[in-house]
């Protein structure tokens, strides 16, 4: 293959570490940055045979995410913007993996499993987050395109979300948008603007939101789109990157895990702040009440508040299109019962990861999905967009009826169908709780959250822990669910499930129950018996309190 003798030579300048082995998780390839030259360059040439299979532009994500700036990862973006395929992300491994003088082998061994032309054309688009490995990290991406005789484009500095849009626009011609980052700022404030217009009786004080930028790409992103939204919005943004440290104290995961507000930021009673993580694919909204009691709207609150206005614009509308909620074992209980029982709209589980929920969610006309971490969007069926066109283009349809069929039609240009986005999910929230005339105080009491906690424990290794029913359930090791069935008994309104994690070397427990009290004394059982049953290192897991 000619080819093959660039890739030979340029793979020599992105050597891999004898004996490495990474495995692609919940979200790509993730680990300390040092690890990762060989794996960029690899994924600059899988990406490549992608785009050759696919006949498409695929893209490259370089980040992180919610980890440590020392951290670094990729992912691979397909050609409608979504995640790689099963199929390929065992390529991903099987390419990662392969020793330097075995990466010739593995090239070849899967252009013939997927009966690749190597004379067919690709394109991959590259981008980064603001890590400081990113940078070289990226090129050695660019260097594999190249290696395989792909173009690329790289869009340097983007969000996660916005490098899959630009991915969807490219593919589908332009007819998703522009497939420039202003054309995605020009798409979405268009759609935010006109769903806001109308909703004339907000005040300043409702229009201003306190955005924790998490020192990372979605700060300089919100600045650079701020002027676009012509002070429908007023943000005052902290953790923008200027001093802190990415991820540090700060960005949803903190705030979601910890349930404290993030350092750096400036907050008053009552006011509406939230939070995005390092790649702003994700967002959660909190506020302090007037005893300085913290609260928390996290990615379940953000789904039954997008679902409950969808519903209530469907009947104005009378549109009859089915929605449905997916989530996953970390969904608060109480969300789902809410959702269920008083929604009454369809819910489904699945295991966690959006690739997984973003699946469930396209068998439905409307799909909301929403991991509790604040990960999420809303996905509209073809045929539904084509319903909601019809009736927003229909001139013999009452009042009341076509005002909500274009609040929908703007309502799907303001979301990324393509992915989880905070910007997104950040404008339609805005315009939801403007349109609503809701403040963030009715919205979070909707429903009372079960109190909750999430632990890690660190065992010597963690495939020892397999898990069915959507990762409610573990199979194995032996008596492990047996003890979490046992424990979970002790506790009034208990639920908790163990897994291991897909980013992280590390099990992550989950517990909810009546009291806080009780939901971290079951974390922290359960977390013993997990030490004890699945091989626990380090010290014991102690008591929280
Ligand atoms: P892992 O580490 O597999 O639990 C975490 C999140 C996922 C997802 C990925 C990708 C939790 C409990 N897990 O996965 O939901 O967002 O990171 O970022 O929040
Ligand atoms: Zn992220």
Redesign the pocket.
Known sequence: MPQFKEVSTQSGLHPKPAGLVLQY???GFRTNAKQLDHIMFRMGLLATLRSKKTKATIGVMVTA??NPEEDNGVKLVDPMGEMVTPTWEGYATQLANAEQEDLLAALQDIIEKEAIHMSQEANVFVGKDTRSSSASLSQAVLDGVSALGGHSKDYGLVTTPQLHYMVCCQNTQCKYGEATVEGYYKKLCQAFIQLTKNASNCTDDQKHLTVDGANGIGALKVREMESQLKKELHISLFNDGSEGKLNHQCGA?FV?VQQKPPTGIKMNPGERCCSF?GDA??IIYYYTDSEGKFHLLDGDKIATLISTYLKELLTQAGLDLEIAVVQ?A?ANGSSTNYLENTMKVIVRCTK???KHLHHAAQEFDIGVYF???G?GTVLFSKAAEEKIQQLAENSNINDERKRAALLLQNTVNVINQTVGDAISDMLLIEAILAIKGMTIQQWDAIYSDLPNR?LKVKVSDRRVIDTTDAERRAVSPAGLQEAIDSLVKNYREARSFV??????DVV?V?AEAETQESADALARDVSLAVYRLAGGVGGEPKPLH
Do not use: I, L, M
């Open positions: 998780g919940t979200a995410s919610h995961d979601k993580d694919d994700r996953t970390y966690t990861g959006v991991e509790a971490n990960h999430q897994r291991p994690s897909g980013t992280e992550r989950y």
